[in-house]
């Protein structure tokens, strides 16, 4: 077991599935035609591609029309908003979304700022929920999407998106959801929580990298970012990805298969992790909701332990972790996600995140509240460390 790499950081990648590559492998070989050819070999991934529609279709609640495959969360974000926004430049030039989204939303939001279009930051509160009044009160006549991630890929935290949805619908705007942390992880129903856009990404959930979707309810006004050929009933150009859009759908069925006993396990593993871990280590603090969190999600800042040492050294003792999103890990900023929730910058420099997935047992848990705790205490025996005020006892 001391020799064992303990990989916590599920919510970053997951490995492909077994029986995924094996769902896979036929496509880059005896079945490599391509899908818009009218012979056998093209015939087998055209079949494939009509397969793996209905099956993502089937998990969201939604129609096979409806889904679009991409190459991943960031390019479903990307589209669904600037789709959304070109679409609707006759009606207003305004966008709503949240402090904490992945920055594949913020960052498209903010490009799209040198050409106009506003956008709306709504905060959080301490634990990350982002109120529907809230949503509410930032929609102008000019808005023509709201972009509410389901759950936070740092923290966990949940949003109550069909409230938030009636708000929204009410006032006659499009919604968007990031669903890339829950796809695979909640249940999930379009028509239920009252989305019209949602991305989802099979890195997350046991699929290949670079495979993704996006949703689109139909008659939604939205337009397409890639032109070229007629694929994706010429919403998104390009030969498809056939073994990556079939290693998706199959991931998403195994997922959804599996998911309730998955679901219950990773949530009783996660809370002994929260339980062990505060109990272990004074001065530490849980980021994000304690209840309406992902199942195996867990964030902490410990006073006095900084980030980066904290992932070093989890790293020297066997343990895989993240510091925030895999996408700002190696800079040294505080997320914005922590910095949102109101936490100091230097105690959000200090913080980890903890993921779970399949291969993480009960044993290794526990071993992760030991190292965890012997190395924040060997942090915090260095020179210079004070206890900070507001959390020294
Ligand atoms: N959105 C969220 C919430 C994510 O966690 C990620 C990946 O970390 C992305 C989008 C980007 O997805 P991809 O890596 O498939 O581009």
Redesign the pocket.
């Known amino acids: 077991m001391e020799d064992e790499i303990i990989y916590l950081d599920y919510?970053?990648t997951t490995p492909v599935d077994p029986r995924v590559l094996e769902a896979m492998i036929p496509y880059f070989g005896e079945k490599f035609g391509n899908p818009s050819g009218i012979y056998a070999q093209a015939r087998a991934g055209r079949q494939a591609l009509d397969l793996a529609r209905a099956t993502v279709a089937s998990a969201l609640g939604a129609r096979p029309s409806e889904i679009v495959f991409t190459s991943?969360?960031?390019?479903s974000?990307n589209t669904a908003i600037k789709g959304a926004v070109w679409a609707g430049l006759d009606h207003g030039n305004h966008i709503v979304t949240t402090a904490i989204e992945?920055h594949?939303v913020l960052h498209t939001c903010e490009w799209l700022g040198r050409f106009g279009i506003e956008t709306t930051y709504v905060p959080v509160d301490e634990m990350g929920l982002v109120s529907p009044a809230a949503v509410q009160a930032a929609i102008r006549p000019t808005t023509v999407l709201v972009s509410v991630?389901h759950a936070n890929?740092e923290i966990g935290t949940v949003q109550p998106l069909a409230e938030i949805s009636e708000i929204v619908h009410a006032r006659g705007v499009l919604l968007h959801t990031?669903a890339?942390?829950t796809a695979g992880q909640l249940a999930m129903d379009v028509d239920a929580l009252g989305i019209d856009l949602l991305?989802l990404?099979a890195?997350?959930f046991y699929g290949p990298k670079g495979a993704?979707a996006l949703y689109v309810r139909r008659g939604v006004a939205w337009l397409p970012a890639q032109q070229g050929g007629s694929q994706e009933r010429s919403r998104r150009a390009g030969t498809e990805n056939v073994a990556g859009i079939v290693g998706l759908a199959t991931a998403l069925r195994l997922a959804c298969e599996a998911m309730e006993p998955e679901r219950i396990r990773l949530r009783h593993l996660r809370d002994r992790l929260i339980g062990g871990v505060l109990t272990a280590i004074p001065h530490s603090r849980l980021n994000g909701h304690p209840e309406r969190r992902l199942p195996n999600n867990a964030n902490f800042s410990f006073d006095g332990a900084d980030g980066e040492s904290l992932l070093l050294n989890l790293d020297v003792h066997g343990v895989a972790a993240s510091s925030g999103?895999?996408?700002t890990a190696g800079s040294i900023d505080p997320s914005h996600v922590l910095l949102a929730l109101g936490l100091p910058p230097d105690l959000a420099a200090n913080s980890v995140r903890l993921t779970l997935g399949h291969g993480t047992t009960p044993v290794a848990v526990e071993r992760v509240i030991q190292v965890l705790s012997a190395v924040v205490s060997r942090l915090r025996s260095l020179p210079g460390y004070h206890q900070s005020p507001e959390v020294s006892t």
Do not use: L, R
């Open positions: 919510a970053a991943g969360g960031t390019e974000d992945h594949a991630m890929n990031d890339v942390q991305s990404s890195h997350k993704g999103s895999a996408c």
